[in-house]
């Protein structure tokens, strides 16, 4: 739960009403937060627009945040839901994994959900003197939005160029499942799905679900249909994404790898699986006027 991690909200009026997002200091960095009133939480980043938290109605965490994640404002925090854009990993001349999840994100906007079961906030990153250091001749606007339902969360990345170079990007919603122990979990829903080990850096195509033994690290083409985990943290879990994403990667570092990640506890690959909705494969490319957008939903079971 997010209890204890946070100081008092940065600025909230004596006896006000408690808007739909609030701002509030997480590890001494800008966040906001917003609830459900049956208790439902989760809490987002100005850095990176990155979901750190995810607590449902009835308490469980359900995103796994590395207790030795730095909090510095620009290096990247390890967990939560990083959002991995414009470059996928090391797949380009930019810092791996791109440069927005390091950057601050502006809140634009947060309200009730159209169909009044959930709420909603985004927030927006554009080209700016920061990114130009990086990227020289792109004019990009991106905007994360994230969505709160009874049971579910869905976060969706949208992209534009509002500029007159085409341009092109690979991304990822990098999510981090909480799970008791990564051992016992089994991944459902991506048998006959062709797939890349990147461990032995082989092609073939799954068979059956997904088990876990030591360092795991795979790019499936997406799947038809949701995919569940379970067990994941209190139980079974839904995970769905847009057509958009061509990708999705399966990633654990194993004992060994986790080891020599000095943002992990050793035994922090027990308790965590990343399932990304991911564009990898193929670039999307951005001619000037284009917008692109695909989300990614988690739903308790």
Not at 234 to 251: F, P
Not at 260 to 277: I, K, Q, T
Not at 282 to 292: C, F, L
Request: net charge negative.
């Amino acid at each position: 739960m997010v209890t204890g991690f946070y100081n008092k909200p940065m600025s909230a009026p004596l006896n006000a009403a408690p808007p739909v997002a609030s701002s509030f200091l997480f590890h001494g960095q800008p966040a906001w937060q917003m609830a459900l009133p049956g208790g439902d939480r989760v809490v987002v980043a100005a850095q990176g627009a990155q979901v750190l938290s995810w607590t449902t109605a009835d308490g469980t965490e359900r995103l796994f945040l590395s207790p030795r994640s730095v909090f510095d404002g620009h290096t990247a925090i390890r967990g939560g839901v990083p959002v991995c854009f414009p470059q996928f990993n090391q797949r380009g001349p930019l810092p791996k994994h791109g440069f927005a999840r390091n950057l601050p994100w502006q809140l634009s906007g947060s309200g009730e959900a159209a169909d009044g079961q959930g709420r909603f906030l985004r927030l927006s990153l554009a080209d700016s003197e920061a990114t130009r250091r990086w990227w020289p001749d792109q004019s990009f606007a991106a905007e994360l939005a994230v969505t709160l339902r009874p049971g579910a969360l869905r976060v969706e990345l949208s992209a534009h160029n509002p500029g007159t170079t085409a341009w092109d990007f690979t991304a990822a919603l990098h999510t981090y499942l909480r799970v008791d122990d990564i051992a016992t979990v089994r991944l459902d829903g991506l048998d006959g799905c062709a797939r890349w080990d990147a461990v032995a850096d082989v092609h073939g195509v799954q068979h059956g679900p997904v088990s876990f033994e030591g360092e795991y690290d795979s790019v499936f083409a997406a799947a038809p249909a949701p995919l569940q985990v379970q067990p994941a943290a209190g139980g079974r879990l839904s995970i769905a994404q847009g057509a958009e994403w061509d990708n999705t990667v399966v990633w654990n570092p194993g004992a060994t790898r986790c080891a020599a990640l000095a943002d992990m506890p050793a035994d922090g690959y027990r308790h965590m699986l990343c399932v990304e909705a991911a564009c990898i494969d193929r670039p999307v490319a951005m001619a000037p006027g284009a917008r692109w957008s695909g989300w990614q939903q988690l739903q308790v079971l």
